[in-house]
């Protein structure tokens, strides 16, 4: 895949919580990133879904937080580091249908426990830390073909 | 199948009159949980919701949704309506509940998105 | 239609209170908003649903609903079958995506 990019590319997008209507304004930057530059429309796809996933945890659960990007010509880093309560048990919190989100957010069509799994699914490398009282970082690297 | 047969299967209004109504939907995705639209591949597919906020809309682009139906009457507010325009996704609001919306459209021979 | 008719046509599985399989049928409910059910589900309907959080046991309960069908090839929670055992709540799972399970048990109600 011949890409169009001379040299790594990095950015951040700050993201505040509570914040619903401008959720999601991240990913889409960065799924237009993406796009101007070639990348191939699946890898785009995955992207995008990984990191509207993490964008919409700090929305839901943080206070704030900032959104990461690094595109080399090999892949895409994405790092999303919250200031927010924390996951007391990663494990749990990786299992599909398994959720601590309030019934407003449910209602908000958030909440189903798909998040993380979602994530993982679209990433070749996941990683998630967290400290309880706070904060969480995930990253993920999506590489291109 | 059309967005115009779909609309007049669910007695829908569309809600901005300046989409082509001749944009073909290849499947069907009906959810309230936006991480499920997520789940499932769905470039080009319906979706079928009960939820009328921005994030929906995004959601939508991000999944490739092609158009969405809101069931139950449902009408989104003009930020919502903005944004839909702006990411070129045509609206409609139907009476009918998500159970009758998907009934009639997988009658109707409309199948359901892939779920890889 | 009885739910036992529903679970054979459509290989659906039982995962609480079998006894609920007798229930008759009124219609169906599809939706993942609990609010959304509370105020629009009729008694005796099967509610599609892809939530299998522990409070759609007292959602079902409250509206007398014949059963829920975890949709899209989720699993319910441990707690969430334990509640629906003493509540007598009868809670199927389907692989299917709430689009098509919906479209196939509309024809079959029909």
Known sequence: MALNITENIDGIFQLIGGNFSTAGEASTQLKHKLAEIGVDEEIIRRATIATFEAEMNVIIYAAAGWLHYYITPGSIKIRIEDMGPGIENIELAMQEGYSTAPEWVREMGWGAGMGLPNMKKNSDTFTVDSVVGEGTTVEMVINFP | ?116 | MKVKDLVDQLSLDVRSFKDGLGNDITGAYVSDLLSDVMGNSKKGNVWLTLQTHLNIVAVASMKDLSAIIIVGGRQAQEETIKKAEQEKVTILTTALPSFEASGRIYQLLK
């Open chain 2, 1 to 116: 199948m059309t967005l115009k047969k779909i609309a007049e299967i669910l007695d829908a209004t569309i809600i901005s009159d300046s989409d082509d109504l001749n944009v073909q939907i290849l499947n069907a995705c009906s959810a309230d949980m936006m991480s499920a639209v997520l789940y499932y591949h769905t470039p080009n597919s319906l979706l079928i919701t009960g939820l009328t906020q921005p994030h929906v809309i995004r959601t939508a682009e991000i999944a490739g949704i092609k158009t969405i139906v809101f069931v139950l009457n449902k009408k989104p507010d003009a930020l919502t309506i903005d944004l839909a325009k702006q990411k070129k996704i045509p609206l409609l609001s139907t009476p009918c509940c998500m159970y009758t919306a998907s009934g009639r459209l997988f009658s109707a021979g409309l199948p359901g998105c892939l779920t890889k």
